[in-house]
């Protein structure tokens, strides 16, 4: 996996902001430059143009230090250091200060720690050189006091850029696990669909071929239904995986509107057109699908809301994967009920039961538990926070039975009622 690392984001807005900033901070310092020492003060007496130059090197990297934030704390120390010496000023090292915000901001943190730590000692050094020595202006508990108060602010605005650097970071990381979290749910969603696509065809196949393979020289007639089975089972199944992968692709050049009637693929067409999901109007197919595999079945829907298109979904591939177990593990023969209601606050109740009364050849119910069918039933009945059961019933036969809740009660549809298959 990539690992994406966390980069922050300077926008002209800032730039404009503390290029502001660095106006003031030079104008201030200009004027600082200019001042007598009528009050006996040390104060500065040299060249205009020194002063200037210094005033310069204090506010001008201001407006570059997001840009390059190592480079401004090394002009705006050296210039305020100096401006510290030659008496222009004994400020608390607001420009430090600021540029070291930025430092440990956008600096790696072990070249950040570093700068700060360089930063205090020069800048110790520095007022206590300039305080009690070069120009004393008080005594040496001063000079400490005054270093002690440029280490406050310093390391005040330091820490604040590093609390502002970890909550971006931690917010760059919630992203990428949600980002994670969201790609493995889509990819359980993926493996489902194609799951219950190729499993419940290729169980309809594989049954119709054998069935054609044991009668092809006596039953010669129903060797061609079982093809002709075989050969609807695929294009379906084609179709279906179509869809779906031109769902995966994006393709959105043939959109449906909602209510369009579905538009089956074209054979041999260039380009597969989406059709709407499969929902409860296709619950019929699946049934004829599964009688053609020997599956005797019969379906019963009582519908009192109109469902959510993903909740239908839901509802068609639970179905569809009970009846692919049934064809797989029961046979032909079978007998099998599948029941599909829903009330009008939302709640649907899905079951399909079998008597288990086929000519299988193995049966595999005792190991359904821990079949890729059952586990993608259960989580797509999770997501509605719904329960599942599935076993053996008592008297013979197996029976799925998953009861689903809409997230919010649908609009109340008029009783319907699907014709019993």
């Known amino acids: 996996m990539r690992i994406v690392r966390w980069r922050p984001r300077t926008g002209p807005h800032l730039l404009a902001v503390d290029a502001c900033v660095a106006g003031v901070v030079t104008a201030a310092y200009v004027a600082l430059a200019g001042q007598g020492g009528s009050d006996g003060s040390p104060r500065f007496s040299g060249p205009v143009w020194v002063g200037w130059l210094v005033a310069a090197g204090v506010g001008a990297p201001l407006a570059v230090r997001r840009l390059w934030p190592l480079p401004a704390l090394t002009v705006a120390l050296g210039a305020t250091a100096a401006a510290t010496l030659l008496d222009i000023t004994r400020d608390p090292y607001v420009s430090t200060a600021l540029t070291l915000y930025a430092v440990a901001l956008l600096v ?29 202006s008080g005594p040496w508990p001063e000079a400490v006091g005054t270093a002690a108060l440029v ?46 696509i190729v499993s419940h065809s290729l169980s309809v196949i594989v049954v119709k071929a054998s069935v054609a393979n044991h009668v092809a020289k006596e039953r010669p007639e129903e060797t061609q239904d079982a093809i002709g089975a075989i050969e609807r089972t695929g294009r379906e199944a084609l179709t279906e995986m179509r869809r779906a992968l031109g ?113 299988a050849a193995v049966s595999g119910r005792g190991e359904l538990r821990g079949g890729h069918g059952l586990v993608g039933m259960r989580e797509r009945v999770m997501m509605y926070g719904g329960t599942l059961d599935a076993g053996p019933r008592p008297g013979g036969g197996f029976a799925v039975s998953a009861r689903l809740q809409a997230e919010h009660a649908p609009g109340v549809a008029p009783d319907r009622r699907e014709p019993t298959a």
């Not at 406050?152 to 931690?170: C, F, N, S």
């Open 108 to 136: 790696p943190p072990r070249r950040a720690v570093a700068a700060l730590a360089l930063t205090l000692a020069v800048s110790a050094a520095v007022v206590i050189t300039g305080e009690a020595a070069l120009t004393p």
């Open 247 to 359: 769902v995966l692709r994006g393709d959105t050049a043939t959109p449906h509107p909602p209510g369009a009637d579905a538009v089956p693929y074209a054979p041999g067409a260039g380009s597969a057109q989406l059709a709407p999901p499969p929902g409860l109007d296709d619950l019929p197919s699946l049934v004829r699908r599964a009688e053609q595999a020997g599956i005797r079945t019969r379906l019963r829907t009582r519908l009192a809301a109109d469902l959510p298109a993903g909740m239908a979904l839901t509802v068609y591939r639970i179905v569809q994967e009970a009846l692919t177990n049934v064809v797989k593990h029961a046979g032909d023969g079978t007998h099998c009920e599948v029941t599909v209601t829903a009330d009008s606050r939302g709640q649907v109740h899905i079951q399909v039961v079998d008597d288990g009364a086929g000519r």
């Open 151 to 196: 280490w406050l602010v310093a390391g005040g605005a330091w820490g604040a850029g590093r609390a502002v650097r970890e909550r971006r970071a931690r917010a760059a990381r919630r992203e990428r696990r949600l980002a994670e979290e969201a790609l493995t749910e889509e990819r359980l969603r993926i493996a489902r669909e194609l799951h219950d």
